[in-house]
Nanobody, 126 residues
Framework: QLQLVESGGGSVQPGGSLRLSCVASGFTVDRYAIGWFRQAPGKEREEVSCISSWGVIAQYLDSVKDRFTISRDNAKNTVYLQMNSLKPEDTGIYYC???????????????????WGQGTQVTVSS
């Protein structure tokens, strides 16, 4: 059964760090682009980062560049989002999602993500 399970969220002070994990089951994670999204209260869901199949490319939202790093551990079938220098505006529910098409060497459009996890809450507050 295809499943994405996020974990690693929590509450941190500004400037702190968290590492989110997206554990995949039912498919081989390196064959698909995986994206991380977030949704803050009252705001639309936005894509934070994406890693293409086989890690050919990685993309980031401008506001998280140089602070967040997406990576993949194929042995664990897991995609990570390392978040450093966290800011209050990073607060939200973070979701990982899988491309509906395999072997795409670029990040898909948002509408092309077909499978989503349940999300993990990240709160950045002093």
């Amino acid at each position: 059964q295809l499943q994405l399970v996020e974990s690693g969220g929590g509450s941190v002070q500004p400037g702190g760090s968290l590492r989110l994990s997206c554990v995949a089951s039912g498919f081989t994670v390196d064959r698909y682009a995986i994206g991380w999204f977030r949704q803050a209260p009252g705001k639309e869901r936005e894509e934070v980062s994406c890693i293409s199949s086989w890690g050919v490319i990685a993309q980031y939202l401008d506001s998280v560049k140089d602070r967040f790093t997406i990576s993949r551990d194929n042995a664990k079938n897991t995609v990570y989002l390392q978040m450093n220098s966290l800011k209050p505006e990073d607060t939200g529910i973070y979701y990982c999602a899988r491309d509906g098409v395999s072997r795409r060497s670029q990040c898909p459009r948002r509408s092309e993500y077909s499978y989503w996890g349940q999300g993990t809450q990240v709160t950045v507050s002093s």
